[in-house]
C-alpha cells in the first residue's frame, strides 16, 4: 500500500514516489474479456516447435495445437497460438524473424503466457517469449510436462 499523497506537475509520474498509471498494455489487460458476462482470461501458448527434422516440426506443431485445445475446453481461457497456423505456411527461414515479432506483440495483450510441451531446457523461441512476457509484466506459468 502506497501512503504518498502524490505530486503531479505535467507528468503522469508522482514527483514523490514515481506512482504513475500503468502502461497501455498492462492498462489492456486490466479489462478483462468477458464471455456472457463472466471474465475469461487470454492465454498465450508457448510450445517448442523447431525440431531436428520437418517430421519431428509437424509432430510438434500438431500436439501444440492439441494441447491448446484441450486448454482452451479445460481451463476456460482464450488461448492464442497463432505460430501454430503460420508456421504451417512458412519456412524456417521465411517465418521466423516475423513469427517471433507477432509472437511478441500478441504475448503483450495477452494476460498470461503458459510454456508447454516436455520437460526440458526451454526451446529459444520459448525463451525469447518468456522473456518478453517477463519484460511486459504479463504472468508466466509453467506447464511444461503436465499436458504430456
Avoid at 502502461?23 to 468477458?34: C, F, I, N, Y
Avoid at 516447435?49 to 476456460?76: D, F, M, V, W, Y
Avoid at 498470461?112 to 525469447?128: A, C, H, N, T
Wanted: hydrophobic share 40%.
Amino acid at each position: 500500500m502506497n501512503n504518498c499523497d502524490h505530486k503531479f506537475i505535467d507528468s503522469k509520474r508522482c514527483l514523490k514516489c514515481g506512482w504513475g498509471p500503468p502502461p497501455a498494455a498492462v492498462a489492456s489487460r486490466l479489462s478483462p474479456v468477458r464471455v456472457a458476462g463472466e471474465p475469461m482470461k487470454v492465454v498465450y501458448i508457448a510450445h517448442p516447435l523447431r525440431g531436428k527434422t520437418p517430421a519431428e516440426t509437424a509432430a510438434n506443431r500438431r500436439r501444440a495445437s492439441e494441447i491448446t485445445a484441450i486448454i482452451a475446453a479445460k481451463h476456460k481461457v482464450a488461448p492464442v497460438a497463432s505460430w501454430v497456423i503460420l508456421s504451417e505456411h512458412w519456412t524456417e527461414e521465411e517465418g521466423r524473424e516475423l513469427g517471433l515479432k507477432i509472437d511478441c506483440a500478441l504475448i503483450e495483450r495477452c494476460d498470461e503466457l503458459w510454456l508447454i510441451g516436455p520437460v526440458r531446457p526451454l526451446s529459444e523461441g520459448m525463451q525469447i517469449e518468456r522473456d518478453h512476457a517477463e519484460a511486459h509484466g504479463v504472468v508466466v506459468v509453467d506447464e511444461r510436462g503436465v499436458f504430456e
